[in-house]
Nanobody, 123 residues
Framework: VQLQASGGGLVQAGGSLRLSCAAS?????????MGWFRQAPGKGREFVAY????????YYADSVKGRFTISTDNAENTVYLQMNSLKPEDTAIYYC????????????????WGQGTLVTVSS
């Protein structure tokens, strides 16, 4: 399974960005469920959002709830993270990840990782 994240960039506080994560590989299927994590400068990686590929149940970190939306495009094998009302504290490298099984927030529970895309929010 290969994951390719994209869509990061520089945005002013209050602005929006949409991150994409394209999944590919012979073994990738809808049995995988997807997460987004982020790592701010000098900090550990933290959970942001999760979605079940089939059924669409989603979960969010409290810090992004109401501002971020995770979604999937099954035809394109792509998961998105729509980020609105961005704050300087959202500045981080954002990673997508895949796992088989139920909702988990720990990065150690994920099997595959994308390379990360940098989001910088200026004040």
């Amino acid at each position: 399974v290969q994951l390719q994240a994209s869509g990061g960039g520089l945005v002013q506080a209050g602005g929006s960005l949409r991150l994409s994560c394209a999944a590919s590989g012979r073994t990738f299927s809808s049995s995988y469920n997807m997460g987004w994590f982020r790592q701010a400068p000098g900090k550990g990686r933290e959970f942001v959002a999760y979605i079940r590929w089939n059924g669409g149940a989603s979960y969010y970190a409290d810090s992004v709830k109401g501002r971020f939306t995770i979604s999937t495009d099954n035809a394109e094998n792509t998961v998105y993270l729509q980020m609105n009302s961005l704050k300087p504290e959202d500045t981080a490298i954002y990673y997508c990840a895949a796992r088989v099984g139920a909702y988990r927030r720990s990065e150690s529970e994920y099997d595959y990782w994308g390379q990360g895309t940098l989001v910088t929010v200026s004040s």
